[in-house]
């Protein structure tokens, strides 16, 4: 009995082996990391938004961008962030940040560039625009952090999915 219990063992291990090796350059988090690619670099999305009328300077949301999406996908992937000569590069700037309290909103657009060095025809450049209803009762500075995290998740799984998921 304990023979065909130890058999049984060493052909599930076998059949789990063999379905992660189908698996590929595909990950559990949905990344389809390009064949030979390594690394990645995420340049410094400097804040604009002052250049747009209606938008305000909000000091250190270019670093908290930047950070977020260096993050995201370093989590999500087995990429090396290096600082420069990635194979695949982010860059961009923040181009608008709005807080409306008459409406309750804040809002954060991105204008956003992907360079693949191994494969060019993956290289785009998009605009990512995502925004934050908080409660008309509360003060900006009593949400903004809240707001900044939501909008950054948003906009940076966003980027993840165009460049790396490819949903």
């Known amino acids: 009995m304990k023979l065909i219990r130890n058999k049984i063992q060493i052909i599930l291990g076998l059949l789990f082996l063999l379905i992660l090796q189908s698996c590929g350059i595909y990950s559990f988090t949905g990344a389809?990391?390009?064949?030979?690619?390594?690394?990645?670099?995420v340049n410094f999305f400097e804040n604009q938004a002052g250049n747009r009328p209606g938008s305000t300077v909000e000091p250190g949301l270019d670093n908290e961008f930047t950070i977020a999406l260096q993050?995201?996908?370093?989590?999500?992937?087995?990429?090396?962030?290096?600082?420069?000569?990635?194979?695949?590069?982010?860059?961009?700037?923040?181009?608008?940040?709005?807080?409306?309290?008459?409406?309750?909103?804040a809002k954060i657009t991105v204008a956003f560039r992907f360079i693949n060095t191994k494969r060019e025809e993956d290289d785009y450049k998009k605009s990512y625009s995502f925004f934050y209803d908080f409660p008309a009762?509360?003060?900006?500075?009593?949400?903004?952090?809240?707001?900044?995290?939501?909008?950054?998740?948003r906009i940076t799984q966003d980027i993840f999915n165009d460049t790396l998921a490819k949903w």
């Not at 389809?32 to 670099?41: D, E």
């Open 32 to 41: 389809s990391i390009p064949p030979g690619v390594t690394t990645y670099q």
């Open 71 to 105: 993050d995201l996908i370093m989590n999500q992937t087995n990429l090396d962030l290096v600082p420069q000569d990635g194979q695949l590069i982010y860059e961009g700037e923040i181009t608008e940040y709005s807080v409306t309290p008459m409406s309750a909103t």
């Open 137 to 153: 009762a509360l003060q900006v500075y009593d949400v903004k952090d809240a707001a900044h995290k939501e909008i950054f998740d």
